[in-house]
């Protein structure tokens, strides 16, 4: 188990982490641009329409968005193996069906637990739709295997693995969920002061995800958790499945889970369960000795 040291450093790059992944952002930002100016030549678009996002038409932002996740994924790939020169095995992509199940479970139930208060209190009320399109529903939850994986590896698994290469996991925790807050919590909007909220229960998640994937070396358990909250986002969102007060928003986060109030005590919650594991396997294996 982890004993809350400092790694040491890995054989490959040998700049400091901070640099290491300055380098990466980098790279990512070149590639940002040059996709972007390739799109916009390639359909001949006029170059004002940066400026106006929303008159870009849709089969532009698909491409762009394939793209963006194809180079962010080759990125990623010649990085951690050519650059930091470390193996894929050191990810904690090593296939574990137990931190996954434990994911999923933590994930649901701590959904249930916000959704049972929020409906008791009169924060959220459910609206059942007229029917269930099962190709909404499977597409969901294929997005949300699938995003909830790759946000893993690159999050929890590059960024986080890279800064234990020379600091403590508590800074290395803090800054990867501060940094998937920043990714995340943006949205159109959103002004300073109702921003707040989502990003605190964005950096309660990731900092969350993280110490579960560091706790346990492995990246399953926090992809099962971050699976099932897409996919109910997903789903939540493409049907309406639920309306909300406005006097419940703080705590509800209003059909975002992770900008409420009760999120961030859920994800306290499941860190002291994750923890407290952890404890008691670490006694278990001192008594035993």
């Known amino acids: 188990m982890p004993n809350g040291t400092t790694a040491k450093p890995s054989p490959g790059s040998r700049l400091p982490s901070w640099a290491s992944l300055l380098a990466l952002l980098g790279a990512f930002l070149v590639f940002l641009v040059a996709w972007g100016t390739i799109l916009v030549v390639g359909f001949r678009l006029d170059a004002g ?48 069906a137990e931190h996954l199940r434990e994911g999923l479970v933590l994930g649901l139930g701590g959904l249930v637990a916000i959704y049972g208060v929020s409906w008791a209190l009169g924060w959220a009320r459910f609206v059942p739709p007229d029917h269930w399109p099962a190709g909404t529903v499977v597409a969901d939850l294929g997005a949300a295997a699938a995003m909830g994986l790759a946000e893993e590896i690159l999050f929890r698994g590059i960024l986080l693995r890279t800064l234990l290469r020379d600091r403590h996991p508590a800074a290395a925790i803090a800054v990867t969920a501060v940094l998937y807050a920043l990714a ?20 309660a998640t990731g900092c969350l995800f993280a110490y579960a994937a560091w706790s ?28 909300y007060s406005a006097e419940g928003h703080a705590w509800t986060g209003s059909g975002y889970p992770p900008s409420g109030l009760l999120a961030g005590l859920t994800m306290l919650a499941c860190g002291s369960l994750l923890w407290l594991k952890a404890f008691r396997a670490r006694s278990a294996h001192g008594a035993g000795r």
């Not at 919590?185 to 707040?196: D, E, K, N, V, Y």
């Not at 346990?216 to 309306?243: E, K």
């Open 49 to 96: 329409v940066l400026s106006h996002l929303q008159d870009v038409p849709q089969r532009v932002l698909d491409v762009y968005t394939i793209g963006l996740y194809l180079g962010l994924i080759t990125l990623m790939a010649a990085y951690w193996a050519r650059f930091e020169g470390r193996s894929w095995g050191e990810l904690g992509l090593g296939w574990n």
């Open 184 to 203: 995340h919590f943006a949205r159109p909007g959103l002004t300073l002061q109702s921003s707040i909220l989502p990003f605190l229960g964005l950096t």
């Open 216 to 243: 346990r070396q492995s990246l399953w358990l926090s992809t099962g958790m971050h699976a099932v909250w897409i996919f109910f986002i997903a789903l939540s969102s493409q049907l309406n499945l639920w309306t």
